[in-house]
């Protein structure tokens, strides 16, 4: 909080109290560009069309925060589109009807730098003479380009999560839960196949819950090469993972198991969205791709009747990065 | 023409036909398979189909001036395959692998189809195994083929069965599958495909699952223009070509404009 304030103090005091720069006197010099009557109008229109801008600026940010809308992405695409349109329209309303806009051509000698300078200054100064309500017109102008900028990062808040992490740990695992497939029917240990794979979830839990779906494969006992750690994980050859790649989120719905292991490559589950590789045989370890962490393991047990069990949460939190996300274990 | 000649010309016609129906039963058969099994198959899979999962090299010569090694084929065994996956491997071209260690391809069959029969017959009377499949898609759901096809072999192969990217394997776009050779295919899982069991997938879904490959050969597109039926990312590529060409068009029209105008 101390750093959030500082940073609001430094911005104000850099845009507040900055020096302003010399104001040129009216009635010192010559006119360069002939007077013209103000465009009370124009500039009325100009005003309206920056506060428009704003306005969709500022709904970007408010359909942005309320997630859950139908039609987010048109509601997003068209209040940011707008936006810029308004910004557009209302700089060429300002260029066309409110700035006097003269084109002058002057040969200008290359030493007399300060005259030049003053001469800008002052046709900077008279081509806003038009403009009445000064204060009002800048506070319209910079209020759309804030209201823009704003909008612009809004999106940034979707980086990382920070704040409130706690549901990221938690999964619906917790030692004794059966796995049941996706129409509910508890899994048996034989119904296990080798070489094939299943898609599993607990037993009454939100399927729609990321920590939910697990992918199981049998191994033969030869094939399998777990750290100490995780040497009770596995239950006659059958181990559990978390299907939600560590990467991005996606599911991994491809499973690469060899024929004839001494020349094939080694049993993995391959994630279709951008090849990440977990090895299924020592505990999902990343073999490739961009995944920066190894895929959650699940304890699995079977019980007297054959039926598969968790033993308990996955070895680390589920799904894709965050920051801080090797600080705790997943909870159930 | 009567009956009493067409008779024998018939038996002849049926003897000429009849061997491969009745190969199992004949010995001949699987004994030209044998021979051609040393010829062909032998150096990776071992003497009677025992397979070679150790590699070594052997020595071969004798001598300090002749001492050569060669390279010992390594392959799985091929007792108990059964015919399903010996006609699979040898119908697509899939056997003779080239080398030891790539992926088996679609390839041309180099073997008639006489020497297939007897091959088959040979490594299907090394051991009990699953005969040929005799898949009937006309039998299948077309909408529950294509669930089913989601569920279990979209992953790898696409939704369009044109094929995709595992890493360290490519999984081969099926348009050139027969029936018969995808029925096979899903009990074998060769190469690092996953095999799928009676259990797993039933005939009666296989038989879904044929029809519904069969139907993306020809898919039915309602854009109008399938890019390959490939996906998204060639039809971004296409939309991103002729989007840009015609922004920078626009672009050029206004360019001039504004010249004739200054």
Same mark, same amino acid.
């Given at each position: 909080m101390a750093r959030a304030r500082d940073v609001v103090l430094s911005a104000l005091l850099l845009f507040v109290g900055r020096p302003r720069p010399p104001r040129v006197r009216r009635g010192d010099y010559e006119r360069i560009i002939p007077e013209r009557p103000p465009d009370a109008g124009g500039e009325l229109l100009a005003i309206a069309l920056f506060a428009a801008s704003a306005l969709c600026a500022i709904a970007f940010v408010a359909f942005y925060a309320l997630?859950?809308? #139908?039609n987010q992405t048109q509601l997003l695409g068209g209040s940011l589109g707008l936006s810029f349109c308004f910004l557009a329209a209302g700089l060429i309303v300002t260029g066309r009807r409110v700035i006097v806009t003269e084109q002058l051509e002057h040969d200008y000698p290359a030493e007399e730098h300060r005259e030049d300078q003053e001469t800008v200054a002052r046709i900077v100064e008279e081509s806003g003479?038009?403009?009445?309500r000064r204060r009002f017109f800048k506070l319209a102008l910079f209020g759309a380009g804030g209201a823009l900028g704003v909008a612009l990062i809004t999106?940034?808040?979707?980086l990382g999560p920070f704040l409130d992490v706690d549901p990221f740990y938690a999964?619906?695992?917790?030692?004794?839960r059966r796995l049941v497939d996706e129409s509910g029917r508890p899994y048996r240990a034989d119904d296990i196949e080798v070489a094939d794979f299943y898609t599993a979830f607990p037993e009454?839990?939100?399927?729609?819950?990321?920590?939910?779906p697990v992918v199981l494969v049998r191994l033969a006992k030869d094939q399998l090469a777990l750290p100490a750690a995780l040497?009770?994980? #596995?239950a006659d050859g059958i181990v559990g993972y978390s299907?939600?790649?560590?990467?991005?989120?996606?599911?991994?719905s491809l499973y690469r198991t060899p024929?004839?292991?001494?020349v094939e490559p080694g049993p993995a589950l391959v994630c279709p969205?951008?090849?990440s590789t977990f090895n299924v045989?020592?505990?999902?370890?990343?073999?490739?791709? #961009?995944?920066g962490r190894k895929l959650p393991m699940l304890p699995l047990a079977i019980d007297r009747h054959g039926y598969l069990r968790a033993a308990?949460?996955?070895?680390e939190p589920v799904g894709p990065s965050w920051w801080?996300?090797?600080d705790r274990k997943p909870t159930s | 023409m009567t009956l009493r000649r067409i008779g024998p010309l018939a038996l002849l016609l049926c003897c000429l036909l009849a061997p491969p129906a009745a190969a199992p039963a004949g010995g001949g058969v699987v004994q030209q398979g044998k021979a051609l099994y040393g010829q062909y198959?032998?150096?990776?899979?071992?003497a009677n189909g025992r397979g070679i999962s150790q590699a070594g090299k052997r020595r071969i010569g004798a001598g300090p001036l002749r001492r050569q090694a060669v390279q010992v084929g390594l392959g799985p065994s091929?007792?108990?395959?059964?015919?399903l996956a010996a006609d699979f491997y040898l119908t697509t071209g899939y056997?003779?692998? =080239?080398?030891?260690?790539v992926q088996p391809r679609r390839s041309r069959?180099?073997?008639?189809n006489g020497e297939i029969r007897s091959l088959v017959a040979y490594v299907a009377s090394l051991g009990s195994g699953p005969p040929i499949p005799e898949p009937?898609? =006309?039998?299948?759901s077309l909408s529950q083929g294509m669930q089913l096809f989601t569920d279990h072999?979209?992953?790898?192969? =696409?939704i369009a069965a044109r094929g995709g990217y595992v890493t360290g394997a490519v999984p081969p776009p099926?348009?050139?599958?027969t029936p018969v050779q995808i029925a096979e295919a899903v009990r074998v899982g060769p190469y690092v495909m996953p095999a799928f069991s009676a259990k797993a997938i039933s005939d009666a879904q296989l038989d879904s699952i044929i029809r519904y490959v069969d139907y993306t050969k020809h898919p039915d597109n309602r854009g109008g223009?399938?890019?390959?039926?490939?996906?998204p990312v060639p039809e971004g590529l296409v939309a991103w070509l002729i989007g840009l060409t015609a922004l920078i068009a626009v672009c050029v029209v206004i360019g001039e404009r504004l010249k004739q105008d200054g």
């Open positions: 997630d859950r809308l #139908p003479d038009r403009v009445t999106p940034a808040a979707s999964t619906p695992w917790r030692r004794g009454g839990a939100d399927e729609e819950n990321i920590a939910s040497a009770r994980y #596995p299907k939600i790649c560590t990467h991005a989120g996606c599911a991994l024929l004839f292991s001494p969205c951008h090849y045989a020592d505990g999902g370890t990343v073999e490739f791709g #961009p995944a308990g949460n996955f070895d801080g996300v090797r | 198959c032998l150096s990776c899979h071992g091929l007792r108990g395959v059964g015919a056997m003779p692998l =080239q080398h030891v260690g069959v180099l073997l008639t009937q898609p =006309q039998r299948g072999c979209a992953g790898c192969h =696409q099926l348009q050139d599958a223009w399938a890019i390959g039926d490939v996906g």
